[in-house]
T-cell receptor
């Protein structure tokens, strides 16, 4: 069975700083996607970034980038130049391509301080 | 931009009562998911539909929960009877891809259920 572990329940950083959220996963699958989702307070969950396991190049989306280490089964999210609007719960998620089922980690609550 | 719609947004009910949640996925999305999210935790899959068929309901407590997607479009999740432990956020998500191809899910705003 697949598992997703986020070891940082809560983090706080100053606005404009860079922050890295950790995620490790366990799977015997070879074809899968990894995601980071953001859930702002009282708002709906949105996709931040996606990584296909077959791609060696790390995904980037503007200020968001990942460090994907397939052998180590690690998938961290880096947020550069953090903004107040980045305050949210961040969930790491794993999707195997056999059935599109997603497994979520328990989340990291990120506070961006002014 | 198209969004997943859910209603109601909030629901308070007494234990042993019946409650139902509705979800309208993004048009054209064949796959629909219902999740339960307990406060401070990640979502847990309850049921997954591909068109009108259930693909996975292994985590759905079938003695009290039921879900349907009769015409392969919108979906209803029902709890009868509700228990105190059912208090949670119920999220609906949809995905445009067929099973096996893999694609991100688009989430609705959720229904926050409080059972008293």
């Amino acid at each position: 069975a697949q598992t997703v572990t986020q070891s940082q329940p809560e983090m706080s950083v100053q606005e404009a700083e860079t922050v890295t959220l950790s995620c490790t996963y366990d799977t015997s699958e070879n074809n899968y996607y990894l995601f980071w989702y953001k859930q702002p307070p009282s708002r709906q969950m949105i996709l931040v970034i996606r990584q296909e396991a077959y791609k060696q190049q790390n995904a980037t989306e503007n200020r968001f980038s990942v460090n994907f280490q397939k052998a180590a089964k690690s998938f961290s999210l880096k947020i550069s130049d953090s903004q107040l609007g980045d305050t949210a719960m961040y969930f790491c998620a794993f999707m195997n391509l056999r059935d599109d089922k997603i497994i979520f980690g328990k989340g990291t609550r990120l506070h961006i301080l002014p | 931009e198209a969004e997943v719609a859910q209603s109601p947004r909030y629901k308070i009910t007494e234990k042993s009562q019946a409650v139902a949640f509705w979800c309208d996925p993004i048009s054209g999305h064949a796959t629909l998911y219902w999740y339960r999210q307990i406060l401070g935790q990640g979502p847990e899959l309850l049921v997954q539909f591909q068109d009108e068929s259930v693909v996975d309901d292994s985590q759905l407590p079938k003695d009290r929960f039921s879900a349907e997607r009769l015409k392969g479009v919108d979906s209803t999740l029902k709890i009868q009877p509700a228990e105190l432990g059912d208090s949670a956020m119920y999220l609906c998500a949809s995905s445009p891809k067929q099973t096996g191809l893999g694609y991100e899910q688009y989430f609705g705003p959720g229904t926050r259920l409080t059972v008293t």
